[in-house]
């Protein structure tokens, strides 16, 4: 029985404490748990290199996550994993196998760096091929860990794919040398039930062009006294699929992007498109090979985007008073959706914002423009949060000093593009 006189210890009352405090804690404790992870890993390491099976009776690493720490399957797979790529370990002939992500051991014993973001590198590194020199992979690893610092998993995946593409630019070995194109196909189905249905497979420029025009029209209505639109996502696209197929064959006038016909836009580097190599990136599709880049690009309804270096737009239209079709465009180019850090909100939701604002006689030219999702447009607007378009020509954000006192600009990694 505890004794009358021990100390008694004061849950923290933190409706008391100023915002800019809670936001410290807040980070000071996700240091500290990364630094805790690491501690235990290491341990773990230690454990597998005597043997599992002669420190705690269990079988395999992962059996002893599994039993001693009560997860599941997966994660206990998941944290082993992390283990085995951390720190060295026991070859199959004896003797000490090296690690896979030494430096990503070190940022994580920092607290800066936690798990999914380890998950991400490690994924990319086991991927790269055992003929690449070794200092090759440990540069290769030092980019994804900088960049984990102050970027999530999607970001870190995304360097991983161009590091891979640059340390094993042929990549895997094709099936087929003369790999057949895509042949379209159509089927009517009538069900059982009576209703009628559409089977098909179309090819990447029909599937882009479809999209683009039915994704307008299928954005959920505007609530109504209060009511919301409750159509599933399948059902706002069966409806406007529906909408689509009257309007093309009643009337000409087919409601479009920004009020001009249906536009793909298709994304690749100046070296990719001078070296005819890389890929290309055909908006709603995602990376595609730079042939089917140029093949696309043969059709005037298409309008090419090219990008340099940094990604900013070399040529594609003047500006106006108003955002134009040319500038939104670039915007696009640019920004990849809404440039806000973190955010994923796609290009059709988002609107471009006047970095001096329009009412301070801001200018409507690009850099004076960037994209918003209607959340952090707002934002913007009424928050100390400040955005900026940066020497390279990119858009980059800083905090309010309550959130980050050290005033570091930030960037969207989630969709920059190589």
Known sequence: MASDNAPQKTPTEWWRVDTATLHARKQEIEVLKRQLDAEQNAI????????VRGCSGHSTLVAMIYEDFHVTDKEAKARADRVLALYPGVAVGGGTEPPLAPLTADAAAEGAIGGSQIDAIIRTLARIPSTVPEDDVRGGEKILVDLARHAG????????????????????????????????????VKHRDGTLGLKARLDLETYARLKSDLDPMAKPHKAIDGIRDSRTHDERYGDAFTDYVRLKTTSRNLPGQAGEATHILVTMSYEDLINDLGEAHLD???SISATDARIL??????RPGVLGTAGEPLDIGRSKRTVSLAQKYAL???????????????????????????RHHGETKIDNLVLLCT???RLIHHSEWKVRIAQDGLPEFT???YLDPTGEPRRNNMHLRA
């Open 44 to 51: 773990l390491a230690e454990i597998n290199a005597r043997g």
């Open 153 to 188: 998993p999607r970001a870190i995946a995304q360097a991983g794919r161009r590091l891979l593409d640059k340390l094993d630019p042929d990549g895997k070995e094709p099936r087929n040398e003369d790999p057949k194109d895509v042949c379209p196909e159509l089927r009517f």
């Open 284 to 286: 709603l599709v995602g």
């Open 297 to 302: 690009a043969c059709d005037a309804r298409v």
């Open 332 to 358: 696009t180019i640019r920004d990849g959706d809404c440039a806000f850090p973190g955010c994923d909100m796609p290009v059709p939701r988002c609107t471009a914002h006047h970095i001096v604002f329009w």
């Open 375 to 377: 959340k952090h447009h």
């Open 399 to 401: 905090a309010p000093a």
